[in-house]
């Protein structure tokens, strides 16, 4: 069925029984890859959020999870983006991390906030998305753990927006076209 969201039409694109299937593969994943490790889960809101909800109840192995939001201006007298990460444990040193994004588009994000991890020396970090729009890539990442390869259009549902609407659908939508 259709939706209207706002001034667009969202048509269905990813069902939420598929999205139940990927988060469970994903999970099985890393119980296996982290067995008797205890990792650092790193959510980034909001978009996150119910990927982030799900894939942590099907954890079976001692993870812990924080939760944080990223901010990204223009620096006055720079011509790049700069990403600031608000509620950032800075207890990340020694600690296996694992990313939970909702969506890889450009890379730009994570090309920016990756090292800002690193400069914490973490014994590891591995990358969690839901979805990667491969072709929409201009800074190429590393997923570990990926949900759906998707082409390169808008999508809204299960925490993802369309200006402020749309996060609470259980399954993904794309724009009508
Ligand atoms: P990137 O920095 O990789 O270009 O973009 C990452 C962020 O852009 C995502 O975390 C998400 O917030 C937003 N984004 C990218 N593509 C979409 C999309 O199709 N739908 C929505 N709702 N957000 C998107």
Redesign the pocket.
Known sequence: MKKKIHDKTFVPFLGAADIQQAVSRMAAQINKDYQGKSPLCIA?LN?SFMFAADLFKQLEIDASISFIKLASYKGMHSTGNVVTAIGLETTMSGRDIILI??????????HAFLPQIMDHQPASLKICSLLH?KEATVYPIKIDYLGFEIPNL???GYG???DGLGRNLSQIMQLES
Do not use: M
Not at 101 to 110: A, H, M, P, S, Y
């Open positions: 980034i978009g994004e909702d969506i890889v588009d450009t890379g730009k994000t994570l729009k808008f999508v809204v993802l927006d369309y």
